[in-house]
C-alpha cells in the first residue's frame, strides 16, 4: 500500500484525545439472572473504556456475557451494580444513545435499501430528504449505487451487511456498537469485509465497540482488545494492539501479529480449561440415577 | 409467458367442472328426475339468462350490503387486533371472549338483532360484521406476534419507542397475515349478507332465494347459488389484487409458495 510509506509503522497507538471523558465507560458492571439457587451470574465487574475515535474489540468464548454487555450498553437492561457513563455523563438505563449493527443484517425486508439505511435516522426524528440523500450517498460509497430501491432479499449477505453498517453509520448516535457483524458470513466474504471496514473506519474513525470471537479480526481492526473470560464474565486481559494506522492488508503476516494471536489462543484456551473444571466442581456427576437434590 | 402460466393452470378445474356437469345433465334426463327436485344445468343455465335483469337489481342490493358489512367488520378486526396488541393486557382478557363470542350461532343472534334495531341497514351490518371480523383480529394478531425477535432487538437498541416498533415493524409485519385474514373473511361477507337478507329485506339474493324455494322453482335456487359464489370468487379476487399492489417487497419464491 502506497499509505503505508507516508506513514511509519511506530508501533505507537493513535493519539487518545481527552483521556478524561472516554467516550464509553463501564463501571463494575455486575448482573445475574434468575433467582435464589437457579441464580446465574452473567457479568462479574466488568470494567472498560472506549476512547473518543478508538477502535475497541470485545473478544470472549462464545456464551460469555457479550451480548449482556451490549444489552446494558443499549439501556435494555439495567445492571445490578456498576455504571455506564459516556463521555463523563452517567447514561445506565438510558436507551437510544447508541447506533448499533446487529449479527444478522436485520434488514426490514418491506423497505427498499436506502428506506432501510435511513430507519435509524427516522426512528431519532431526523428530516426524511436530508437522510435519503446522505443515505444514497453512502449506499455509492460503499458500493450499493443502483441498489437504493432494491428490496434486501434482492441482495447477497455481504451486500446486506454493507447495508445494515451504512444504516448503523448514519444513526445519529456518535458511538457505534457492532456485535459479531460479520459471523455469519462465510470466510472470504468476510475477509473482504474486514479490509473494507477497516478502509472505511480509518477514513472516519468514529468510536466503536467491536464484538467477536475472532482473534485474528480483533487484531486486524482494533486499536485495543478486551479478552474476557467465560461466565460469569471479567476482564482477562486488556491489550494494546501494536501496529499504527492505516493498517497494512499484509499485517496478518506480521510476525508480531502472529505471536500476539498465539498469546490470545494460548489464554483463552486456559480460560476455557479453568471453565470446564469449575462447571465440573460446581456439579459433581451425580449418582447413577441422575438426580442431585 | 404468464398468460400461458393462467391458463395452464386454469384448464384442469374447468374440465372437471364441464365433465361434472354433462354427467348431471346425462343423470337427471337419464333417470327422469323431477326439475323440481334436481333442475338439470342447461334448465339452471336457461334460468340463469332469462331471469338475468331481475337477478341484477336483487344481486346489486346484495353486493352492496356485503361491501359495506365487509369493510366495517374488517375495520373493526383491524381496530380491535391493534388494540388487544398494544394495550398491555387487553389481549390477555379479551381473547377467550372473542372466542366464545364466535360461538354463539348466528341463526340464534341474527333475529335477536332484528328485535334490538329493527329491519334497517343496522342489524344487517352487524351481523356481516359479527362473522367477518373474527378471522381479521385472528390473522392480524398472529401477524404481530411473528415480528422477527433480532428486529425487534434491533429496534430496542437504537431507543426506538414502543409506537414506533408498532409502526414501523409489527404493523408491516403483520400486513401479509392481514391479508389472509381479510381473504377468509371477505367470502363469509357474502354468506353474512345472504343470511343478513333472509332475516328481513325486500331485496337482494337472500330474499330471491326465499322465493324460489317456497315456489318450488329449485332451478332459481340454483341460480342464487351460482351468483354467491361469483360474487365470493369476484371479492376475493379484488382483495388478492389489492395485496399484490401493497405488499411488493415479498421475494418471489415466497409468493409462488403460498400460491401453491
Redesign the interface.
Known amino acids: 500500500m502506497a499509505l503505508m510509506q507516508e506513514r511509519p509503522q511506530d508501533g505507537t497507538p493513535p493519539a487518545q484525545t481527552a483521556p478524561a471523558a472516554p467516550c464509553l465507560e463501564l463501571d463494575g458492571l455486575a448482573k445475574s439472572f434468575g433467582r435464589g439457587r437457579r441464580q446465574v451470574r452473567v457479568l462479574e465487574n466488568v470494567s472498560l473504556t472506549v476512547g473518543q475515535g478508538e477502535f475497541v474489540s470485545l473478544i470472549g468464548p462464545s456464551g460469555s456475557g457479550k451480548s449482556t454487555i ?2 446494558l450498553i ?3 437492561l439495567p445492571p445490578d451494580a456498576g455504571a455506564i457513563r459516556m463521555e463523563g455523563r452517567e447514561v445506565t438505563g438510558r ?6 449493527m ?3 443484517a ?1 434488514l ?4 427498499t435499501i436506502e428506506d432501510n439505511a435511513v ?2 435516522r ?3 426524528g431526523l428530516p426524511r430528504a436530508e437522510s435519503l440523500a446522505l443515505a444514497r450517498e453512502w449506499l455509492a460509497k460503499v458500493g450499493l449505487a443502483g441498489y437504493e430501491r432494491a ?1 434486501p ?1 434482492m441482495l447477497s449477505g455481504g451486500m446486506q451487511q454493507r447495508a445494515a453498517f451504512v444504516r448503523a453509520l448514519l ?1 445519529p ?1 456518535e458511538f457505534l ?1 457492532l456485535d459479531e457483524p460479520f459471523g455469519a458470513l462465510d470466510a472470504l466474504t468476510r475477509q473482504d469485509m474486514q479490509q473494507w471496514l477497516l478502509a472505511l473506519w480509518e477514513a472516519n474513525r468514529r468510536s466503536v465497540l467491536f464484538i467477536t470471537h475472532s482473534i485474528e479480526e480483533a487484531l486486524l481492526l482494533s486499536d485495543r482488545v478486551y479478552l474476557l473470560s467465560g461466565k460469569p464474565t471479567r476482564v482477562l486481559r486488556e491489550l494494546r494492539v501494536p501496529f499504527g494506522r492505516p493498517r497494512a492488508e499484509d499485517v496478518a503476516d506480521d510476525p508480531r501479529f502472529l505471536e500476539l494471536k498465539r498469546e490470545i489462543y494460548e489464554e483463552m484456551k486456559r480460560e476455557q480449561a479453568r471453565q470446564e473444571t469449575a462447571a465440573r466442581e460446581a456439579a459433581p456427576p451425580a449418582g447413577r440415577f441422575g438426580f442431585r437434590r | 409467458m404468464k398468460k400461458r402460466q393462467l391458463a395452464a393452470s386454469l384448464w384442469p378445474p374447468l374440465a372437471a367442472l364441464a365433465l361434472l356437469a354433462i354427467l348431471w345433465q346425462l343423470a337427471v334426463s337419464l333417470f327422469g328426475i323431477a326439475s323440481w327436485i334436481l333442475p338439470s344445468p342447461g334448465r339452471i343455465a336457461q334460468e340463469a339468462v332469462s331471469g338475468f335483469t331481475r337477478m341484477q337489481e336483487h344481486a346489486g342490493s346484495t353486493i352492496r350490503l356485503t361491501l359495506l358489512g365487509f369493510s366495517v367488520g374488517s375495520c373493526t378486526g383491524i381496530a380491535v387486533a391493534c388494540l388487544l396488541h398494544v394495550i398491555p393486557g387487553a389481549k390477555r382478557a379479551l381473547y377467550p371472549l372473542l372466542i366464545v363470542s364466535q360461538n354463539i350461532p348466528m341463526i340464534a343472534l341474527a333475529p335477536l338483532l332484528m328485535i334490538w334495531f329493527g329491519f334497517g341497514l343496522l342489524p344487517k351490518v352487524i351481523v356481516i360484521t359479527l362473522v367477518c371480523f373474527f378471522p381479521v383480529v385472528i390473522a392480524t394478531l398472529d401477524g404481530f406476534l411473528q415480528a422477527d425477535p433480532v428486529m425487534r432487538s434491533y429496534m430496542n437498541m437504537i431507543g426506538a419507542t414502543r409506537i414506533q416498533i408498532f409502526r414501523k415493524l409489527e404493523w408491516p409485519g403483520a400486513l401479509p397475515s392481514l391479508f389472509s385474514g381479510l381473504k377468509i373473511s371477505g367470502t363469509y361477507s357474502v354468506m353474512g349478507a345472504v343470511i343478513a337478507e333472509w332475516l328481513g329485506s325486500e331485496k337482494g339474493i337472500g330474499v330471491y332465494m326465499l322465493l324460489a324455494r317456497s315456489s318450488f322453482r329449485t332451478d332459481r335456487v340454483f341460480v342464487a347459488i351460482v351468483w354467491i359464489v361469483a360474487l365470493s370468487l369476484v371479492l376475493f379476487g379484488l382483495i388478492l389484487l389489492l395485496e399484490r399492489l401493497l405488499i411488493r417487497w415479498k421475494p418471489a419464491s415466497a409468493a409462488n409458495k403460498e400460491r401453491e
Not at chain 1, 436507551?95 to 448499533?100: C, E, F, Q, T
Open positions: 451490549l444489552h443499549g439501556g435494555l436507551k437510544g444513545l447508541i447506533s448499533y446487529p449479527q444478522s436485520a426490514f425486508p418491506w423497505r430507519l435509524a427516522e426512528v431519532a428490496y432479499h444513526s448516535q456498537c
